[in-house]
């Protein structure tokens, strides 16, 4: 493939795909990455995460091969736009990639880069971990309980941008279609209206459902919750409960198994190696990931409902600095950090590249490079534990001592050395 202004490193190797849709695929000792800093405080915490991954991948016996791609504010620098070709096709043709923060400006005309990077290359998982460090504050009393994934959506439901805005001729049609043809007529209040469409289809819920289950059963997971508002939207949330089901009854065999039958059929008792799917009401979901933590294990959402659910499990174990996420479509992987481009801290080398750098784990996880994941995790855990950390944490900890960005992840790194 060519590239306009950005150049294929010489040393590595591309991730060579076997069988796009099983997932499968072969990883060189040396592959070539693409990686993204970001806008904003991406420009910190995107070299950071950069040395500590690079450290972590000598450290098991591989290297990497960086390949620095743009989009957002330094995109417009080079290229004049937000989000160059070279970028969509580097990270289409090099399969995994991590990026940090993008900027999106309020109401200033062009849409989410990020929204525009997931569709484009059809991202339709949004994977977000939430695991609790040792040393990391929280404020509940028992956060290690917390050990949760959310597979959130991320093709349809509202995000998928079928809206009308208040004033406009074709939110006018939509709505005398709705009252005149579809017979809700006395639904929609007169006046200034803006309406949107909520798509769940049978095709992008199964997917999504699928890959939490697979994900649960290679992880020696118990669960896997399907969380819904179904009761209220029956035939967009309560559909994707039922479809959800459908994967679990007909799909797996014996390794998995629905609540009910767990119930009817084997008083409760669930075997070692099967998975057990389930389903709660999304508001109840929110009060049990505070109040029955230990309960759940992978949760599978729609969009909306898995953005709520995943930052309130992130909050329990230390929130924005730390929570890592990661995107992921057939036979491709783009890790990042849950949190934004906090403008107001950009370039001051002040906070805390661990979201990123733990996104960088999950990257390495799908690598199938478990051992460097593991690695990091346990340097990470280790530098915050001996209370080296930034800004946003050391205000919690008595007797911290307060890191710079760098810093942090200079003694993250001297951490990777000594544990290997
Ligand atoms: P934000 O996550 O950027 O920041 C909110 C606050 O969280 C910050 O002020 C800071 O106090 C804290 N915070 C965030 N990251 C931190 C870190 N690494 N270390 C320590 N503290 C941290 O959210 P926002 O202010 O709502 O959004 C700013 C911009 O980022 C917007 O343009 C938004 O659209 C964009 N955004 C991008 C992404 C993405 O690229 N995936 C995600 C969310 C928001």
């Not at 904003?40 to 995107?46: A, C, K, L, P, Y």
């Not at 290359?121 to 290690?144: C, I, W």
């Not at 898995?306 to 057939?330: K, R, T």
């Not at 990042?336 to 950009?346: F, I, L, Q, T």
Request: net charge negative.
């Amino acid at each position: 493939m060519e590239f306009d202004k950005i150049d294929v490193p010489d040393e590595g190797e591309p991730i060579e795909v076997i069988d796009e849709e099983a997932d499968e695929f072969e990883v060189p000792e040396t592959p070539i990455i693409p990686i993204l800093h970001g806008d904003g405080i991406g420009t910190d915490v995107g070299p950071a995460a950069q040395q500590v991954l690079e450290a972590a991948a000598n450290a098991t016996g591989r290297d990497i091969a960086w390949m620095r791609v743009y989009a957002g504010e330094t995109a417009r620098e080079m290229y004049d736009e937000n989000l160059p070709d070279d970028t969509v096709n580097a990270i289409e043709e090099f399969r995994v990639a991590i990026k940090g923060p993008l900027t999106t400006p309020v109401g200033a005309g062009f849409r989410s880069l990020n929204v525009a990077l997931r569709q484009k290359l059809d991202f339709y998982a949004n994977v977000r971990p939430t695991y609790h460090l040792d040393g990391v504050p929280s404020p509940v009393s028992e956060p290690e309980q917390m050990d949760m994934v959310t597979f959130r959506e991320n093709t349809e439901d509202v995000y998928a941008g079928i809206e009308w805005e208040e004033g406009t001729d074709e939110v006018e049609q939509v709505r005398e279609f709705v009252e005149d043809e579809m017979g809700f007529d006395e639904t929609i209040h007169s006046g200034p209206v803006g309406i949107g469409v909520k798509p769940i289809t049978e095709y992008g819920s199964k997917r999504l459902i699928r890959r939490a289950i697979d994900y649960a059963l290679e992880h020696d997971r118990d669960s896997v919750t399907l969380v819904h508002k179904g009761n209220i939207m029956k035939f967009t949330e309560g559909q994707f409960r039922d479809w959800g089901y459908e994967v679990a009854r007909e799909e797996y065999g014996d390794e998995v198994i629905t609540e009910d039958t767990l119930w009817e059929e084997r008083d409760g008792q669930q075997p070692d190696d099967a998975v057990v799917v389930n389903d709660r009401i999304a508001d109840n979901m929110l009060q049990q990931v505070l109040t029955r933590t230990d309960e759940y294990d992978v949760l599978a959402t729609m969009n909306l409902n898995g953005d709520y659910i995943s930052d309130a499990c992130g909050a329990q174990i230390g929130g924005l600095g730390i929570a890592p996420g990661a995107n992921f479509g057939d036979a491709r992987c783009l890790a990042e950090p849950v949190h934004g481009s906090a403008p107001k801290y950009a370039g001051q080398d002040k906070v805390n590249p661990t979201a990123m750098i733990l996104s960088g784990v999950l990257m390495f996880d799908y690598m199938g490079w478990g051992d460097a994941a593991q690695l990091v995790k346990d340097a990470v855990e280790e530098t915050i534990s001996s209370k080296q950390v930034t800004y946003d944490l050391e205000r919690q900890i008595e007797g911290g001592d307060k890191l710079a960005t760098s810093e942090f992840a200079e003694a993250v790194v001297e951490n990777i050395e000594q544990l290997a």
